[in-house]
């Protein structure tokens, strides 16, 4: 059944009313762009992120953790994959497309992803505070996403990614427990850390957030980051690590934690492809799609 | 094996079969058709012996774990021990027509029994688009009728 809408206002009401959009309906022009540019995106940092995985499988410190890490990264390709395929069929962009302006810096992907991991205290980090983030802004998006086959494959991600969350809670929990120099190396990770994976949510969402109007998000940026600030607040300084954040206070009358001030320049230098480590994550991601052309022509040739 | 105990094997079953998939919460390991055997001894000690869907699949670690508290949390049971055992080797077959059901409905994931793979949520032909996806066990194909992206289970 091909649906369609006589104008934005009933699309809208129809969106209000929980309705779900398929890949087969006449969806207003404005909504298919907004969807796609949110997949695109989602699906660009899913790729980003099992790179840097992937630079983590010689280096994990042993074989259980090389073990998870492989999956890990298995995990995110195969969800940058299906997330690509959801995104080419709204017909906006072909998936060679997306590729071509990833790679051309003209894509946007998570701004985590434009720091570089230095060592397994920082790969342990992404794996506990930005993997976090990210699963709760997914979590969020899940609840009640307009469009139906994102909806679908998030909860199917949901799922892969809180299975990674034990691993993050698993690694975290052994460098806590293990010697000063691991200790330290933690602490060092999370100075650096902090603030990024805090930055993810983004900057408060604006009352006429489109994203929020036709239910692609469901939540407001500053209520997810303020979620992530009350679970690791408490759960970093439990392990007896430091919060870089000279004005962070626990508020009595309202039972809450707070932080200081937000700077955002940081994160508009990562969109703007202009963070540490963006150039050499954009180029070895394209050189890593160049180097294995050969497989995908000879899947074709196969499948032809 | 006995059935002498008070604690008996049908009890342990029922404990295991509360361990879920950690990537299909809902989808219990015995309904995907992990779980080969259950022995007990006369010093109540468990062997529980299962099979994985591939021999490098990272969860096996943790469904041992969560099978192990699990077993433990048995009243009577001394001690476990949680075995992957190499043969048999794991197939589609052994996934139950409920977790079948349930991966449908609640995955929109598909089994791949033959050639043929319905889409779960339109019940359309559907296409192979890669052997693999975010996992070895699993290919992604496309329905022809709704174009959802869908996941199948495969050996």
């Known amino acids: 059944m091909n649906r369609s809408w006589d104008s934005l206002e009933t699309f809208e009401n129809f969106l209000d009313s929980g309705g779900i959009v398929e890949p087969v309906d006449e969806m207003p022009t ?18 980003m992120g099992g790179l840097t995985e992937r630079d983590w499988i010689p280096r994990a410190p042993g074989l259980r953790h090389k073990m998870s890490v492989i999956a890990k990264t298995q995990d995110e390709i195969g969800h940058a994959h299906l997330l690509y395929m959801v995104a080419a069929d709204l017909q906006i962009k072909t998936r060679q497309e997306m590729m071509r302006d990833l790679f051309a810096g003209k894509s946007k992907f998570h701004n985590v992803f ?156 990562t969109l703007a492809m202009g963070g540490p480590d963006s150039a050499r994550r954009i180029s070895e991601a394209s050189e890593s799609w160049e180097k294995s052309s050969w497989v995908r022509e000879a899947l074709e040739k196969v499948a032809t | 094996m006995t059935s002498n105990n008070s604690t008996s094997i049908q009890d342990i079953h029922t404990a295991i079969n509360t361990v879920n998939d950690p990537e299909y919460p809902g989808i219990s390991i015995v309904d995907l058709g992990l779980l080969e055997n259950i022995e007990i001894n006369t010093a109540y000690e468990v062997l529980v012996e299962l099979i994985p869907t591939f021999s490098g699949c990272p969860a096996l670690g943790v469904i041992a774990q969560d099978i192990e508290e699990v077993v433990r949390g048995v009243p009577g049971v001394k001690k476990v021990d949680v075995q992957w055992l190499n043969t048999p080797v794991w197939t589609v077959d052994r996934i139950t027509a409920k977790a079948k059901e349930d991966l449908a409905e609640n995955f929109t994931v598909a089994v791949q029994i033959n050639e043929r793979v319905e889409c779960p949520r339109c019940k359309s032909m559907t296409d192979k688009k890669s052997h693999f996806g975010p996992s070895r066990c699993r290919s992604i194909h496309l329905c022809r009728n709704c174009r959802e992206v869908i996941e199948v289970l495969r050996d």
């Open chain 1, 30 to 47: 404005e909504y298919r762009q907004a969807v796609f540019d949110f997949i695109e995106m989602h699906a660009n940092s899913e790729l």
């Open chain 1, 114 to 269: 434009h720091y570089r991991a230095k060592t397994w205290g920082d790969q342990v980090a992404i794996a506990f505070l930005v993997d976090a983030a990210a699963l709760v802004s997914q979590q969020a998006v899940f609840k009640n996403c307009s469009y139906g086959p994102y909806k679908r494959i998030l909860k199917r991600i949901i799922a892969e990614e809180g299975f990674h969350l034990r691993f993050g809670e698993e690694s975290v929990l052994r460098i806590a427990e293990g010697t000063q120099i691991q200790r330290s190396m933690f602490q060092s990770s999370i100075n650096d850390w902090w603030w990024p994976a805090l930055q993810l949510f983004g900057p408060d969402s604006k009352p006429n957030d489109l994203l929020l109007r036709w239910h692609i998000k469901s939540e407001r940026n500053e209520v997810l980051r303020d979620r992530w600030i009350q679970k690791f607040v408490p759960l970093l300084q439990g392990y007896g690590f430091t919060i870089p954040d000279p004005d962070l206070r626990w508020n009595k009358e309202e039972n809450r934690w707070e932080i200081g001030p937000i700077d955002w320049e940081p994160l508009k230098r």
